[in-house]
């Protein structure tokens, strides 16, 4: 009687470390896409700033766009580093060692996020109360992230 392949022990453990490396390049390649249409409209707006924007207005969406691309990068960094040791691939250091750029990544998309939305409330309220109201959703995530955490 010949077993299933899927029931094989051997096979499915030898193929396991693999499938966690493919399912950790998943959340990278979204959170990458998403950030490079995020940082194609921050390059729209930059490149044809409107006639109402201040010095300081334009700062600040420098100051995002910088934040956009360095988190653009750093979910690129986990394909770079697969690219440049597939030959010897340590599945667990592989693992160990992607969890730095994105969390770098998410970092950066938070502030240019949080800046982006303080540079549209400006627009309707005073700057002080612009940044304030921006900085609420941010509080939120990491009041729940960290929330969280302590229950894991």
Known sequence: MAS?????PEKRHSTEHYDRVGVSFRWP??????????????????????????FFDNVILLA???????????FIMP???????????DVERFLSRTKKPIW??????SLAMYLI????LN???PIPIAF???SFPSIFIFYEFFRLRHKW
């Open 132 to 134: 304030i109201f921006a």
């Open 64 to 74: 995002a766009l910088y934040a956009v691309t360095v988190a653009t990068a750093m």
């Open 4 to 8: 299933n392949s899927d029931d094989d």
């Open 117 to 120: 939305l303080g540079l549209a």
């Open 79 to 89: 394909v770079i580093y697969h690219a440049r040791s597939y030959r010897r691939l």
């Open 123 to 125: 627009s309707k309220v």
């Open 104 to 109: 770098i990544g998410i970092a950066c998309i």
């Open 29 to 54: 390649q979204i959170l990458a896409s998403a950030s490079s249409i995020f940082f194609g409209f921050l390059l729209n707006i930059v490149i044809f700033p409107p006639s109402y924007f201040t």
